[in-house]
T-cell receptor, first 114, second 120 residues
Framework: EPEVTQTPSHQVTQMGQEVILRCVPI?????FYWYRQILGQKVEFLVS????????KSEIFDDQFSVERPDGSNFTLKIRSTKLEDSAMYFC????????????FGPGTRLLVL | AQSVTQLDSHVSVSEGTPVLLRCNYS??????LFWYVQHPNKGLQLLLK??????LVKGINGFEAEFKKSETSFHLTKPSAHMSDAAEYFC??????????????????FGQGTILTVHP
């Protein structure tokens, strides 16, 4: 059964550094998402991406964040100049369409900013 | 705006007894509702979803949920708990809406999660 994969599973970085989180969505899916979960808090929507552009983003997704689909298989989340409060589990998800479709999640990347 | 409230942060049951995980939602439009489960060190796995068809939805591993519009609820149940059901469960709502702020393409809004413990 196809699944969403994410790398790395864990990342530790220093405050102010840039990190790139990588995701490989399910191959025939067209919509891609990033969510995050700060320890002890709810899973929060960050951004959705379709047809090579952002279709929706939350208030959290400010200029510090960017997403890209650099090739036909990868979907990346870049965090520039990381802050302590960026420490969280980051989940990638994908779906065939954006309406009422099931979103399939990857196992997550745990980011720790020191 | 949409929101989800899971009424219990922790539920503890004995193996073989029924499971009830409670969820209430708020939505301005007709919602799609989901239950996801997360086992330790695993990704979020879909248990079941409601998308305006039958109000009683059956999912994997014997779970089911009933959409009650009058009560704005979508509680998750299972007749008999198994040790392998121990995990964290998330109730999730999604709404497709076009409004002054733009079109929502189905972003998911999560509840805070319910940790289910199953005792032998």
């Amino acid at each position: 059964e196809p699944e969403v994969t994410q790398t790395p599973s864990h990342q530790v970085t220093q405050m102010g550094q840039e990190v790139i989180l990588r995701c490989v969505p399910i191959s025939n899916h067209l919509y891609f998402y990033w969510y995050r979960q700060i320890l002890g808090q709810k899973v929060e929507f960050l951004v959705s991406f379709y047809n090579n552009e952002i279709s929706e983003k939350s208030e959290i997704f400010d200029d510090q964040f960017s997403v890209e689909r650099p090739d036909g298989s990868n979907f990346t989340l870049k965090i520039r100049s990381t802050k302590l409060e960026d420490s969280a589990m980051y989940f990638c998800a994908s779906s065939r369409s954006g309406i009422q479709e099931t979103q399939y999640f990857g196992p997550g990347t745990r980011l720790l900013v020191l | 705006a949409q929101s989800v409230t899971q009424l219990d942060s922790h539920v503890s049951v004995s193996e073989g007894t029924p499971v009830l995980l409670r969820c209430n939602y708020s939505s301005s439009y007709s919602p799609s509702l989901f239950w996801y489960v997360q086992h330790p060190n695993k990704g979020l796995q879909l248990l079941l979803k409601y998308t305006s068809a039958a109000t009683l939805v059956k999912g994997i591993n014997g779970f089911e949920a009933e959409f009650k519009k009058s009560e704005t609820s979508f509680h998750l149940t299972k007749p008999s708990a198994h040790m392998s059901d121990a995990a964290e469960y998330f109730c999730v709502v999604s709404v497709y809406e076009a409004n002054a702020g733009g079109t929502s393409y189905g972003k998911l809004t999560f509840g805070q999660g319910t940790i289910l413990t199953v005792h032998p």
